[in-house]
């Protein structure tokens, strides 16, 4: 099940954005401040044991973009029930009947992040150009920072649930994919060769490690030691074609 919700920015440093598949850069937001949030709440109102005014499906999608809304304006911090159920406007009592806990929310809600993400990666790999999904990955995380952590928070979400496991296993097929176009082989998600496991590994750990050094400011000191004009996404490329090899001995 998916949703449309608006893109939010939790409150923090204006950053360099990759545009996916743009070719370009978004200049950092004045404020780094993001998008205005939602008014919490709204006119809904509801009393314990109401769902009203929500179908009861709509409820709980209700309460997965009401989930997200939180989660990238407060952090994972502030996502609890409780915080959920007053941003969606209805009783508290409602996120525990849809999800039965937090982590049945979250894991939920990750989910979508993996569909999303995955969608992403598709739209970015239809382009045919180079290095596209690589740009698409940065670009949902700079777009979704929250959801980005939710999904690689393993203690928090319960990867067994039936969602969860489908939409994370869909996202680490188009990994594998992606990496056996380039080697020019089929890799079975299921069994993986070393050499397979390796060049897997190695190309999440790059667009993964820059992603976050990104996301948490770290690439600044270095961008800021280039030449004038190399910027967050010029930087991204020359270190993907930059072939990566052991380091030199002593």
Known sequence: MTYNTPMMKRPGKALTRVRPGSGGIAPPRKGGTGRTARKRGGDRTATAGESAPYHHGALRDALLEAAERVLERDGLA???????????????????????DLTGLVSELAAIGFRQFSAAMAAAGATGKALARAKAYVGYAQAHPGMYGLMFRS???????????????????GLTGVVGARRQERIS????????????ARAWSLVHGFTTLLLDDRLSDILRRLPKGIDAETLLEAMLMQPVGLAPGP
């Open 189 to 200: 998600e299921q069994a993986l060769s070393l050499e397979q496991g390796a060049a897997i």
């Open 78 to 100: 502030g996502l609890t029930l409780r915080a959920v159920a007053r941003e969606a406007g209805v009783s508290h009592a409602a996120p525990t009947h849809h999800f039965g």
């Open 155 to 173: 203690e928090r979400l319960d990867m067994k649930r039936p969602s969860l496991h489908e939409a994370a296993e869909a996202a680490f097929a």
